[in-house]
């Protein structure tokens, strides 16, 4: 049964940190690109923002605009875990974080909430 399961949102003030977790289970973890995105409120599931996105291996990553020099992607390969770390948090990152794997299969877990607010 695979199983993408996040953990590490909250609540936290402008320019805070938060680092999200993402434990994978079920497939071959090290097979899949990792990625995150986010579902701002009031936006549908089609409107999901990709964050970051790792390579198999971890030697490449890619990120939006919005979080790039804030956001870092890393993974363990030997934990099947895929992080982001997430510095000087702004109000406008507020939004449901999602884990996916994409390779021959495309897998989502269940979201984390991150709240940005004063």
């Known amino acids: 049964q695979v199983q993408l399961v996040e953990s590490g949102g909250g609540s936290v003030q402008p320019g805070g940190s938060l680092r999200l977790s993402c434990a994978a289970s079920?497939?071959?973890?090290?097979?899949?690109?990792m990625s995150w995105y986010r579902q701002a409120p009031g936006k549908e599931r089609k409107e999901r923002e990709l964050?970051?996105?790792?390579?198999?291996?971890?030697?490449?990553?890619n990120y939006a605009d919005s979080v790039k020099g804030r956001f870092t992607i890393s993974r363990d390969n030997a934990k099947n875990t895929v992080y982001l770390q997430m510095n000087s948090l702004k109000p406008e990152d507020t939004a449901v974080y999602y884990c996916?794997?994409?390779?021959?299969?495309?897998?989502w877990g269940q979201g984390t909430q991150v709240t940005v607010s004063s």
């Open positions: 996916n794997a994409y390779g021959y299969y495309d897998y």
């Open positions: 079920g497939f071959t973890f090290s097979s899949y690109a």
């Open positions: 964050v970051a996105r790792i390579s198999c291996g971890g030697g490449t990553a």
